[in-house]
């Protein structure tokens, strides 16, 4: 049944098992899995393991399924994707490279890499100098000039053995047209430019670079990889990473669209150099660590002045019952508010409500705001399309303030501000007071009011996303067709040449990656 089937309906049915057919926009943190009490350790091979093993074993039915299953198959390269247990995926790491390696073909279809953190324990030093050895003869690669940079690092000299740093760099200079990369606590050490200069590599063309970091050689690392993909670098994310970190990224990102961090501590000066250099940044998501001193809000929106002509989503989330933000005796404090008012083209915004109607400690608070706060609709940008607010404190005075920032931007809106305001939502525990007169102003100018739960994305990463605030219902049709026609262009432009289904398949089925 399925031989009679065309190579473009096979390879689309086919596609379903592939996450990067599934999800081409490259859903952030989908492919690093994290341990929480709500998702533990489960010692069964993921749903992706089980669905791979369909493909591995259509490439043995025939010659047909195989040609058009590897140009699937090789689209990504993720093992242990979806599991938190320690199998022995360090094998599919040395099958894998030696298949890229001694086939160009296949090497030329691969777009994603996940690098699981439980392989680089496993996998033996003699496998690793194996593949090593059988690559660089595939590729014609000088082996020791490859070496010698982690070599020379090596002390006492005679010390050295191969490590699966060594793998990693050999699988990138492998891969060409490389244009994800996932990865946690896989590296030891930087890779070094010297290293893949000899295998004939300057430059890798990521156009997304997603990376939990949790090591005091992190910063390193990540530097080491940008400096090689900073050209073409579109999304960052980094989870777990210390204050100081991304001080260090000393390459300009002229082409950076998105960064996410998450988990991470960052202070003023971080966040400064951070969007420093990053020119045409068009969307900002931060989820604090509680109990961490991080920057404030009114320090983003100062930072950001810098990207306030190109940004068009800002995710600031720094929920957390130990966020405590500096002590000054004026009631609710309006230093704290990120004025956004001159963001031409802001139109996704998610906040707090604690930095925006913080109390002193003192005995003196007062059951309402102080008047001469600033009220929330003179804070928003007139570009505004989707607004969501997120309390977990419960405060009365803080809700009181909320209901009444929010009846002020609905009387706002029914005047003709926020013209292109579509959607208010709210993330608290029980319903303002007076929502019905909220509810119907905003629907009477076009604007729809709802209560909506927005997770943190801190330890859901397994089997949820970390989505930027823009829902797909956030989004009209006329958008929809035009984001698809400027995707459509987009890989067009970055691929150059359309990708041939059906690859020259080796007779060799040994030398041939299948699982």
Excluded at 42 to 61: A, E, I, N
Excluded at 402 to 427: E, I, M, S, W
Aim: proline residues 8%.
């Amino acid at each position: 049944m399925l031989a009679c089937l065309p190579n473009e309906i096979l390879s689309h049915i086919l596609g379903n098992f592939c996450v990067h057919c599934r999800d081409p926009q490259e859903t952030p943190w989908a492919l690093l899995p994290h341990i929480t009490e709500e998702h533990p350790i489960d010692f069964k091979p993921s749903w992706y393991t089980l669905g791979r093993q369909v493909l591995y074993s259509m490439c043995l039915v025939s010659r047909q399924f195989r040609d058009v299953t590897q140009a699937v198959l090789y689209h990504e390269f993720l093992p242990g994707f979806g599991e938190l247990q320690p199998w022995d995926h360090w094998k599919r790491t040395d099958s894998f490279l030696r298949t890229v390696a001694l086939r160009p073909d296949l090497a030329s279809l691969v777009r994603r890499v996940y690098l699981n953190p439980n392989i680089p324990g496993r996998m033996e030093a003699r496998k690793a100098k194996a593949a090593l050895e059988e690559a660089a003869r595939a590729r014609n690669i000088p082996l020791a000039e490859f070496l010698k940079p982690y070599r020379d690092r090596c002390w006492p000299k005679n010390s050295y053995f191969t490590s699966f740093d060594e793998v990693v760099a050999m699988l990138l200079a492998c891969l060409p047209n490389l244009a994800s990369l996932s990865f946690s606590e896989v590296l030891v050490e930087p890779i070094p430019l010297e290293a893949m200069r000899a295998a004939g590599v300057l430059t890798i063309p990521l156009r997304t670079l997603e990376i939990i970091a949790p090591r005091p050689t992190s910063n390193a690392i990540l530097h080491s990889i940008l400096n090689m993909t900073s050209s073409t670098l579109k999304t960052f994310q980094i989870c777990l990473c210390e204050e100081g970190t991304l001080q260090v990224l000393a390459p300009r990102l002229e082409n950076l669209r998105s960064i996410y961090v998450v988990e991470c501590v960052l202070s003023s000066s971080d966040l400064a150099s951070l969007l420093s250099r990053s020119p045409r940044l068009e969307c900002f998501i931060y989820e604090a660590v509680p109990g961490a001193e991080h920057f404030l809000p009114c320090d983003a929106a100062e930072h950001l002045a810098r990207n306030r002509a190109t940004l068009q989503t800002l995710h600031l989330d720094i929920r957390g019952e130990d966020y405590e933000p500096p002590e000054n005796n004026d009631g609710f404090r309006s230093s704290l508010l990120p004025n956004l008012s001159t963001f031409p083209v802001l139109r996704h915004l998610l906040l707090n409500t604690l930095p925006l109607y913080t109390q002193t400690d003192d005995d003196s608070e007062p059951d309402t705001p102080t008047q001469d706060r600033t009220p929330l609709h003179q804070i928003l940008p007139p570009s505004i399309v989707s607004l969501r607010l997120v309390d977990y404190t419960s405060d009365a005075a803080i809700l009181a303030a909320l209901t009444d920032d929010l009846l002020h931007l609905a009387q706002a809106v029914t005047t003709g501000a926020f013209p292109h305001l579509r959607k208010v939502r709210v993330d608290i525990e029980r319903p303002l007071e007076g929502d019905g007169q909220l509810t119907e102003l905003l629907a009477s100018a076009n604007v729809d009011f709802e209560y909506y739960a927005w997770p943190v994305s801190r330890g859901k990463a397994s089997q949820r996303s970390l989505t930027p605030p823009v829902m797909d219902d956030d989004v009209s049709e006329d958008e929809a067709v035009e984001r698809e026609e400027e995707e459509d262009g987009a890989a067009t432009e970055e691929g150059g040449e359309t990708v041939d289904s059906s690859p020259v398949a080796s007779d060799s089925e040994e030398e041939t990656y299948y699982g």
